[in-house]
């Protein structure tokens, strides 16, 4: 089974408006963390946002905030007033806790996003 | 700061040739990994480091691909007799503690390995 899913291969935007990114995740692990990427087509991962799973409040870095649902096991990325430097693809990622004894992250295929001017 | 740097950014090889790629991580963390990207996919773990310990290589794929960290910063990420498939991004990320909260990881560029 997947672990993260990313149900939008592209999407486009108009430049100025907002944009949400979907991103569902499963895991049995109480304790995870969620955490959202950028890679802009030079191919460096860039870090934009991170959400605990026992954190109360939904997290938000400037532009960018996070749509967390737990009962849902979604963590969609919201970006408001699109600019055209956000056109890249975005990776939805998990962590998973102590239990699993796990380091990594497990990534999600992508989203494509284009800002249109 | 330095941000994590790898080498080379490009490789082409010869099917059946070895090849080394080097990960600078950022100074003074703890946590190195490595990850290796298939053309539009999401980057796939490959192994994890903490100092100079191998402490997870559930990801490589092959007995071919062998990776360490013998002074617990500079990693290589060492593939023998390439072949086709391994044709990726190889991309390293380093974070500062073994554990704790966020322990978010911060990539390098990649490395993009073509195998002829």
């Known amino acids: 089974a997947q672990k993260i899913t990313q149900t939008q291969p592209g999407m486009f935007v108009q430049e100025k408006e907002a944009v949400t990114l979907d991103c569902t995740y499963d895991?049995?692990?109480?304790?995870?963390?969620l955490f959202w990427y950028k890679q802009p087509s030079s191919g460096e991962m860039i870090f934009l946002i991170y959400?605990?799973?026992?954190?109360?409040q939904n997290a938000t870095e400037g532009r960018y905030s996070l749509n967390f649902q737990k009962a849902r096991k979604s963590a969609n990325l919201v970006i408001s007033a699109s600019q055209l430097g956000d056109s890249a693809m975005y990776f939805c990622?998990?962590?998973?806790?102590?239990?699993?004894?796990?380091?990594?992250?497990?990534f999600g295929s992508g989203t494509r996003l284009q800002v249109q001017p | 700061g330095a941000g994590v740097s790898q080498s080379p950014r490009y490789k082409v090889a010869k099917r059946g040739q070895d090849v080394a790629l080097r990960c600078d991580p950022i100074?003074?963390?703890?946590?190195l990994f490595w990850y290796q990207q298939a053309l539009g996919q999401g980057p796939e773990f490959l192994t994890y480091?903490?100092?100079?310990?191998?402490?997870?290589k559930s990801g490589l794929p092959s007995d071919r691909f062998f990776a360490e960290r013998p002074e617990g910063s500079v990693s290589t990420l060492k593939i023998q007799r390439t072949q086709q498939e391994d044709s990726a991004v190889y991309l390293c990320?380093?974070?500062?503690?073994?554990?704790?909260?966020?322990?978010?990881?911060?990539f390098g560029p990649g490395t993009r390995l073509l195998v002829l």
């Open positions: 990622a998990m962590r998973e806790g102590r239990n699993t004894g796990r380091r990594a992250l497990t």
């Open positions: 990320a380093s974070s500062l503690v073994p554990w704790g909260g966020q322990e978010t990881q911060y």
């Open positions: 480091f903490q100092n100079e310990a191998q402490l997870d």
């Open positions: 959400q605990g799973s026992y954190d109360q």
């Open positions: 100074s003074g963390h703890v946590s």
């Open positions: 895991t049995s692990d109480p304790s995870y963390g």
